[in-house]
């Protein structure tokens, strides 16, 4: 079945530095990619998605790259703020049409020391 | 700006009472969801709706029942709670954009069943 596998956590990191948290999963198809944030206290918010293979999306300066090749959809940020903060879900949608069944990995808590 | 406003916070219930949860959304979305997020897992979907007075199982739906009468509004019953129902639970609705849903979450009822 289909399945999204993320890096454990929590992620401890001092400003500026960079971030990677990996993402791979496992579909049938060409499912569409998505990374959600969740910041202390609230709901999910989209934070990007790619739609096909080799796709960029990208967000308030964080980045992935859909990669058929290695089932992959790393998230990365060149340079982390405390505002960062949260916890972050890679998520697949692998049916077409008006379904919205998401598919989430485990999160992964991200912690940005000043 | 969509809203998907869940009606409680915090809630806490005692084994075998029924639980209501309530989802509202303001953005005349088609489709609502109900998923649990617990440590380690993720989000796991449990319910969700096209429609009105329509509903689907999802992966976990053992233990719940969903009611949707009217487009906005999408309800999770707990029939009788149990205490491995303590969780966190989130309210979505989606809107089919550009091929690729986004889903619009709600802040969460953490319930906890004594």
């Known amino acids: 079945g289909n399945s999204v596998t993320q890096m454990e956590g929590p992620v401890t990191l001092s400003e500026e530095a960079f971030l990677t948290i990996n993402c791979t999963y496992t579909?049938?198809?060409?499912?569409?990619l998505f990374w959600y944030v969740q910041y202390p206290g609230e709901g999910l918010q989209l934070l990007l998605k790619?739609?096909?293979?080799?796709d960029k999306g990208s967000n308030k300066g964080f980045e992935a790259t859909y990669r058929k090749e290695t089932t992959s959809f790393h998230l990365e940020k060149g340079s982390v703020q405390v505002s960062d903060s949260a916890v972050y879900f890679c998520a697949l949608s692998a049916s077409s049409g008006n379904t919205g069944k998401l598919i989430f990995g485990q999160g992964t808590t991200l912690q940005v020391k000043p | 700006d969509v809203k998907v406003t869940q009606s409680s916070r915090y809630l806490v219930k005692r084994t075998g009472e029924k639980v209501f949860l309530e989802c509202v959304q303001d953005m005349d979305h088609e489709n609502m969801f109900w998923y649990r997020q617990d440590p380690g897992l993720g989000l796991r979907l449990i319910y969700f709706?096209?429609?009105?007075?329509?509903?689907e199982k999802g992966d976990i739906p053992e233990g719940y029942s969903v009611s949707r009468e009217k487009k906005e509004r999408f309800s999770l019953i707990l029939e009788s709670a149990s205490t491995n129902q303590t969780s966190m639970y989130l309210c979505?609705?989606?809107?089919?954009?550009?091929?690729?849903?986004?889903?619009?979450f709600g802040s969460g009822t953490q319930l906890s069943v004594l």
């Open positions: 579909a049938t198809g060409y499912p569409s």
């Open positions: 790619a739609t096909k293979a080799d």
């Open positions: 979505a609705s989606s809107l089919l954009q550009g091929g690729s849903e986004k889903l619009f």
């Open positions: 709706s096209y429609d009105v007075k329509m509903k």
